[in-house]
């Protein structure tokens, strides 16, 4: 999944620590979310873009593979 948090940030002016404390988790998992190691719940997705007043998927963006169909 993709994410535009990290402009949103910085367009609010916020640190990855700023954002995390502001809705309940570590800094860590803002990073993680960020370089697209972590996906996150559907409640955590919510809660960021509600954080910067935005629709859900104006912050992320499902970046869904090509389903590949096997003709055996």
């Known amino acids: 999944m993709k ?3 990290k402009v949103f940030r910085a367009m609010h002016d916020l640190t990855q620590e700023d954002l995390a404390e502001a809705i309940g988790v570590t800094r860590q998992t803002i990073l993680a979310i960020e370089k697209g190691k ?3 719940s559907l409640d955590l997705a919510f809660r960021i873009s509600r954080h910067f007043h935005v ?3 104006e912050v992320f963006t499902y ?3 090509p389903m590949t169909i096997d003709r055996d």
Do not use: A, F, H, Q
């Open 63 to 65: 970046d869904e593979e």
């Open 55 to 57: 629709n859900i998927e």
């Open 3 to 5: 994410n535009k948090i």
């Open 38 to 40: 972590y996906v996150p």
